[in-house]
């Protein structure tokens, strides 16, 4: 099994930035991929970004494209969103996920985050 500990969310304004944290534990992830995903109250989940651990290539939806930087810390086995220039859209609850190869369908991802909610007020 693997864990995935999201932290880092809360409250910003319009054009502010925020970065999220996503602790993975349980195995090695040097041949997955790490993907955040976010749903809005009523909506389906839409996926974000996502991460190649042994590569470090990367994903972006539309939509967070030059606003949004993940990374990611092999070491700590842990992956990150940078969010800037944060619009109230962005309000969501971030989740990470872990897959066995990049991709932007949630069914792809195995492993899930509880959670962590981003509001961006105007």
């Known amino acids: 099994q693997v864990q995935l500990v999201e932290s880092g969310g809360g409250l910003v304004q319009a054009g502010g930035s925020l970065r999220l944290s996503c602790a993975a534990s349980?195995?090695?992830?040097?041949?997955?991929?790490m993907g955040w995903f976010r749903q809005a109250p009523g909506k389906e989940r839409e996926f974000v970004a996502a991460?190649?651990?042994?590569?470090?290539?990367?994903y972006y939806a539309d939509s967070v494209k030059g606003r949004f930087t993940i990374s990611r810390d092999n070491a700590k086995t842990t992956v990150y969103l940078e969010m800037n220039s944060l619009k109230p859209e962005d309000t969501a609850v971030y989740s990470c996920?872990?897959?066995?190869?990049?991709?932007?369908?949630?069914?792809?991802?195995?492993?899930w985050g509880q959670g962590t909610q981003v509001t961006v007020s105007s």
């Open positions: 996920a872990a897959a066995p190869r990049l991709g932007t369908v949630r069914s792809e991802y195995a492993y």
């Open positions: 349980g195995r090695t992830f040097s041949n997955y991929a």
């Open positions: 991460i190649s651990w042994r590569y470090g290539s990367t």
